[in-house]
């Protein structure tokens, strides 16, 4: 069950740092108006942003029993959430400013999590593991930091990337961790 947990886990985490409306087209903007530190800054303070609401939220779970009808309640809470994501995905999003400037991230990150209720998805891998904040958000940072190096070393890896719906492959794992958390 832990190599399953971790895979979720790990996976949800690859495809949140890969995902470039979440933070990779705000970084690459930065460095296009040659805001260049402040572009390999992004990923963290988008990502340290983008989950704390959730991560808040977890610490006042962390002594609370876990029982069968709280685990029902988190894993309908994650398929309701996957559902709004798949047919609301592109809608959930809020732009605001797009000024190249670090208090416009911290307003676009936190303003984001709440609409995408991205604290769901973070207490349903809480409950799988208390480490599952630690490794999401690092994996985040490490994967969106990778991504933005490349993407300003080729471009067309961004241009890739913008092709993809990326929201279908979070869907399916979001469910995973809704049945993970069943178990």
């Known amino acids: 069950m832990l190599p ?29 108006f040659n805001k260049v530190w402040e572009s390999y800054l992004v990923p963290i303070v988008s990502g340290l942003l983008y989950y704390s609401l959730g991560f808040f939220l977890t610490i006042l779970l962390v002594n609370f ?19 709004f994501k798949l047919f609301l995905g592109r809608i959930m999003h809020y732009t605001g400013n797009m000024r190249p400037s670090i208090p416009n991230v911290v307003k ?18 809480w409950m799988l593991s208390k480490l599952s904040f630690v490794i ?12 933005l190096y490349f993407s300003i070393k080729n471009s067309n890896l961004l241009l890739t990337l913008t092709r993809y719906n990326l929201d279908y492959i979070y869907v399916v794992l979001v469910l995973l961790v809704a049945i993970l958390v069943l178990l």
Do not use: C
């Not at 303003?111 to 604290?119: F, G, P």
């Open 136 to 147: 999401v958000i690092n994996t985040v940072i490490i994967v969106r930091e990778i991504a």
């Open 4 to 32: 399953l947990i971790l895979i979720a886990i790990l996976s949800v985490s690859l495809i949140e740092g890969l995902d470039p409306y979440k933070g990779l087209l705000f970084s690459y903007y930065f460095y296009v």
């Open 65 to 83: 029993d876990y029982t069968q009808s709280l685990r029902l309640i988190i894993s309908y809470l994650l398929i309701t959430h996957s559902l």
């Open 108 to 125: 676009w990150s936190f303003l984001n999590s709440i609409i995408q209720m991205n604290a769901i998805l973070l207490i349903g891998l």
